[in-house]
């Protein structure tokens, strides 16, 4: 494999609250089937990524595994994470997939694991994560989709290791100001899932952000990247075509100017585009969302209602 080591160079890095350094950007697999997960691993690792973001839902561990172990890049200079499903909670259940997570990533560690959302016994599943770090199994725990509240109370209450990340919706739509604030109060850092919104109202077509790109001669895409960038925000973007992941990944041989980002941030509404976790009927969603890919094991196949 040919790797583009000048990329490489390039990646910018965070400091996660245990020393763990983590590449700013990440390679995502949510939704790439598992026929084409392995090429797409292989690809981004071609073009510069060194972290890749995968969890037990997406049913695509074991294709990244295959790629990791194949790329030829030392483990020691990749960051793999994955993400603890709701069905695999409570402490024995979450320490017995978490295992079963590393077999299919054929790795002796991960760099990190989340719990993938707020929803049934992730008190038991956080113990369980709490110890897999403690043994060396894991170098860094966090969560995802934890609201401001939820996120105070993992933190809080004589927990035995803060949460290093919150993977949250994060874009110019949805920018998540008050939740980082709230975040870095305990030391947590922020990720991003979805900085595009996947196009949503109209985002990539949005004028403050074209003509913020003109100036650069970057797209709207990469003016997004850059401003999360700016903010310290761990992104998790993905693609299945190489030249999108380059572009991408083009987004460390520019700054936006501070007039730049104060147009960036009144794009923002608070308002998520996808769903609220603490409205009751998508408790109910994710519920029966849980019980389906039981069966289907795809969750490219989930009946969205939003």
């Not at 890749?52 to 200079?77: H, K, L, M």
């Not at 989709?145 to 919706?169: H, M, T, W």
């Not at 004028?207 to 997004?224: D, F, H, M, P, R």
Request: proline share 3%; hydrophobic share 35%; with cysteine.
């Amino acid at each position: 494999m040919i790797v583009n080591l000048e990329r490489v160079k390039n990646m910018e890095y965070v400091k996660l609250n245990n020393g763990v350094e983590m590449p700013i950007l990440e390679f995502g697999v949510y939704q790439i089937p598992k026929e084409e997960t392995k090429r797409c691993v292989l690809d981004a690792i071609k073009v510069g990524y060194r972290s890749i973001d995968t969890a037990q839902s997406y049913f695509n561990e074991a294709e990244v595994g295959e790629a990791i172990s194949e790329c030829g890049v030392p483990r020691e200079e990749l960051f793999i994470t994955t993400k603890v499903w709701i069905d695999n909670y409570g402490y024995e259940n979450c320490k017995k997939s978490v295992k079963e997570s590393l077999k299919k990533l054929r790795t002796d560690y991960i760099d990190l694991v989340l719990l993938h959302q707020p929803f049934s016994d992730y008190y038991g599943a956080y113990r369980a994560l709490e110890d897999l770090y403690e043994e060396g199994k894991i170098r860094a725990i966090g969560v995802s989709n934890f609201y401001p509240d939820r996120l105070s109370d993992i933190c809080l209450f004589g927990r035995k290791v803060v949460p290093a990340v919150n993977q949250v919706e994060t874009n110019p739509i949805n920018a998540q100001f008050k939740a980082q604030e709230n975040m870095e109060k305990y030391g947590v850092h922020i990720e991003a899932w979805a900085p595009f919104g996947e196009g949503r109202n109209g985002l990539f077509e949005n004028e403050t952000l074209v003509n913020i790109g003109k100036k650069y001669n970057k797209s709207s895409a990469q003016v997004i990247l850059r401003w999360l960038i700016q903010r310290g925000v761990i992104i998790a973007c993905k693609s299945t075509h190489i030249e999108r992941m380059e572009e991408n990944f083009n987004v460390f041989d520019f700054e936006l100017s501070k007039e730049d980002v104060e147009d960036i941030n009144k794009l923002d509404t608070s308002d998520s585009l996808f769903f609220n976790h603490q409205d009751p009927k998508m408790v109910e969603w994710f519920d029966n969302i849980v019980k389906e890919r039981r069966t289907n094991e795809d969750c490219r196949s989930d009946k969205k209602n939003w």
